[in-house]
């Protein structure tokens, strides 16, 4: 189930239209969007109930933020939680469903999503932190490699995930990103002009082994450089592509065992 691209325009036009009208010299901060459209807000622990949720109950439209084992509210994952659920009260039919008296979801910060509402506040909250205008000048020639999200995580106040399927998004430069857990290949991502489509173990879905990604399932290394490895190690093509050298940075969530891998040339 994925948004079509009609549908993804319409929800970052809206998105980057409010990020723009109510912040457009500075970071994006949801709490102040929230505030001039008469949405009241907290923070709260609330356990593995929800990250985050908005309630309609009269005329009024609260949101509930969960701060269960996070810091500070600047927290990068509250920050999307909170501008997830400005897409629900933004989305009008997100909103209208609200007000009809049906309940959305409960939010969870996720990496996929396999709800089509779900998915669409995820698309917006994306857009109203990483305006695209914003964002392609943020990038404009830059050359690409790890500390570039890094430093544009810095500047939105947003995940290295959430930048990285930004940075794939707008076609910056060609890279992948493939998430991994328990040695399988669950999903991935490319840019447009990324040069492979096919990874060398396409039937079974296994993490190849002579990767970063694939010595961390197999010998439980976790790399923290950027490492070169053969583009015949990842991925089959009908062109001959040994001896190509492609870059490879794992990012290791603390959660599960999984492997983020970050592929450019």
């Not at 959430?162 to 998430?179: C, G, N, Q, S």
Request: overall charge negative; proline content about 3%.
């Amino acid at each position: 189930m994925t948004i079509d691209n009609a549908r993804k325009k319409e929800l970052a036009e809206l998105a980057e239209f409010i990020s723009i009208d109510y912040c457009p010299h500075s970071m994006v901060l949801p709490e102040l969007i929230a505030e001039k459209s008469g949405v009241t807000y907290n923070y709260g622990e609330y356990g593995d109930c929800f990250d985050g949720l908005l309630e309609h109950d009269s005329k009024d439209f609260h949101v509930y933020l969960n701060t269960q084992n996070i810091q500070s509210t600047d927290n990068a994952r509250l920050r999307f939680s909170f501008a997830h659920e400005l897409g629900h009260f933004f989305i009008d039919e997100h909103r209208n469903a609200l007000k009809k008296g049906k309940s959305l979801h409960k939010s969870y910060y996720r990496f996929q999503r396999k709800n089509i509402v779900e998915m669409e506040a995820d698309h917006f909250a994306s857009n109203l932190l990483m305006p695209t205008s914003r964002f392609k000048q943020a990038v404009q020639t830059r050359k690409f490699d790890f500390s570039l999200i890094e430093s544009l995580t810095k500047e939105f106040g947003t995940s290295l995930s959430a930048t990285l399927l930004k940075y794939i998004e707008i076609d910056a430069y060609p890279i992948m990103v493939v998430f991994s857990r328990d040695n399988m290949i669950e999903y991935s991502w490319k840019s447009n002009d990324f040069p492979y489509k096919y990874f060398i173990e396409h039937s079974s879905k296994k993490t190849p082994p002579l990767t970063v990604a694939g010595d961390y399932f197999n010998n439980g290394l976790k790399c923290d450089d950027t490492e070169i490895v053969e583009a015949s190690e990842w991925f089959s093509s009908y062109d001959d592509i040994r001896g190509i050298k492609l870059f490879e940075k794992c990012i290791f969530p603390n959660y599960g065992k999984i492997a983020i891998s970050i592929i450019w040339q």
